[in-house]
């Protein structure tokens, strides 16, 4: 695995306090700088721990918020809650990832030029810094956010290359490869996300932000924004359930692997499975870090639980089902499962246990609870509830 990120809880909140005190200032004033993979960066390249849960996003903002007024870390606990507005947005527009799954696999059957595709992907495009992101990406499976979003710009509006395949790109190679913040920054680059907003990628602009390693020749100067069928409009969030009731089960998959005890708060826990599938994620950057990740989770879960802990390769019916009957139980509770193939997956387990008589229920954060539901429209009208919810969360300094 990558040195860059090690796998497990205790690396993540290593990292955390390690970049607590840099949450302010410091990051505002740096984080569009990316000066080179081994030099020191403002960002805090806590992803990956956030992307699975081994982190919260609510244990985060409360450590920055200790020591930091919200004005002051407002930058950096915005961009945490980007990732919280993808997530909710998408899951009151679940077509959109159909959409993409859909588009992602005909344009690929559809590409004529294959070669511009594989020289893009291989950093054989001659354009520079854009051929030394895609291997950076490919190699330690990482890239500063503001590299993503140039890198994005270029493959779009230089190269002309479908945008799906370039999403699809960072999510076969991405340690942190999600879904919904993926999908939607990309869409949002294009001009799809917020209809007709495009980002355009120039060489100043990236000769500025890299200390001067990049001038890259030839870009598009313009990015016209591309075009698609209508988006649907928010639907509701689906109905999540509660953890207490009878004895159950908890089920530990890649979408939440450090589920803390509010999640499962008034639940009769008897026993603890972790069902990481390698299968349900895209790359082997990102299987690497949550196979080592469910190991280290199952050596904490197992100090936190009075029952048995199995870890499971296959996130599928039967396992469940064998591990329930171990904990002698007929109900099964597991974190929220955002849109993805976890999701996918867990609404046909919950199918096929209810016809074995166990109940399969999802369980959301408060953290989900409380913000999502305001991904509605665009990031800004949600940025408006942030210092508010925040408050009401107990996380903001009075």
């Known amino acids: 695995m990558n040195g860059l990120f090690e796998p497990t809880r205790a690396a993540g909140l290593k990292r955390m306090q390690d970049f607590v005190p840099r949450a302010g200032r410091t990051y505002a004033e740096g984080r569009n700088s990316d000066l080179g993979p081994d030099r020191p960066s403002a960002v805090s390249r806590l992803s990956p721990w956030l992307r699975y849960r081994l982190l919260s996003e609510q244990e985060l903002c409360a450590a920055v918020l200790e020591q930091h007024s919200l004005a002051a870390a407002e930058k950096y606990v915005q961009e945490v809650l980007w990732r919280t507005y993808w997530k909710g947005w998408l899951e009151m527009r679940p077509g959109i990832w159909t959409r993409f799954l859909a588009e992602r696999d005909d344009q690929r059957e559809r590409l004529r030029n ?12 001659g354009i520079e810094g854009f051929d030394d992101w895609a291997r950076e990406l490919v190699e330690t499976g990482y890239l500063h956010n503001h590299a993503r979003m140039w890198f994005a710009s270029v493959w779009i509006f230089t190269l002309r290359l ?18 919904a913040s993926n999908t939607l920054s990309w869409r949002w680059v294009a001009g799809l996300q917020t209809a007709g907003k495009t980002y355009l990628a120039t060489d100043d602009n990236i000769a500025r932000h890299t200390g001067g390693r990049f001038a890259p020749k030839g870009l598009a100067k313009r990015a016209e924004p591309l075009t698609e069928a209508p ?8 109905q999540a359930g509660s953890a207490q009731g009878a004895p159950a089960l908890l089920l530990v998959t890649s979408e939440d692997m450090a589920p803390d ?6 639940a009769d826990i008897r026993g603890i499975c972790i069902a990481a599938d390698p299968a349900l994620l895209w790359g082997d950057r990102s299987r690497g870090f949550v196979a080592e990740a469910a190991r280290d989770m199952a050596a904490l879960l197992g100090e936190m ?6 870890q499971v390769d296959g996130l599928d019916a039967g396992a469940v ?26 609404a046909d387990i919950a199918r096929a246990l209810q016809g074995e008589g166990i ?16 991904a509605r429209k665009g ?20």
């Open 114 to 125: 294959v070669r511009a595709l594989e020289q893009a992907e291989g950093g054989r495009t």
């Open 162 to 179: 479908p945008w799906t395949l370039g999403a699809d790109f960072f999510l076969r190679h991405l340690v942190d490869a999600d879904a």
């Open 231 to 238: 988006v649907p409009a928010a639907s509701p969030l689906p």
């Open 261 to 266: 005890a509010a999640l499962w708060r008034g």
């Open 305 to 310: 639980s009075a029952g048995p802990v199995k």
């Open 321 to 346: 089902a064998q591990a329930a009957r171990a904990a002698g139980v007929s109900r099964v509770i597991t974190p929220y499962a955002p849109v993805g193939p976890v999701a996918a997956r867990l």
């Open 359 to 374: 109940e399969l229920v999802q369980v959301r954060r408060d953290w989900d609870e409380t913000f999502w539901p305001h």
């Open 379 to 398: 990031f800004f009208p949600f940025k408006q509830h942030m210092g508010r919810l925040l408050e009401d969360m107990g996380l903001t300094r009075t």
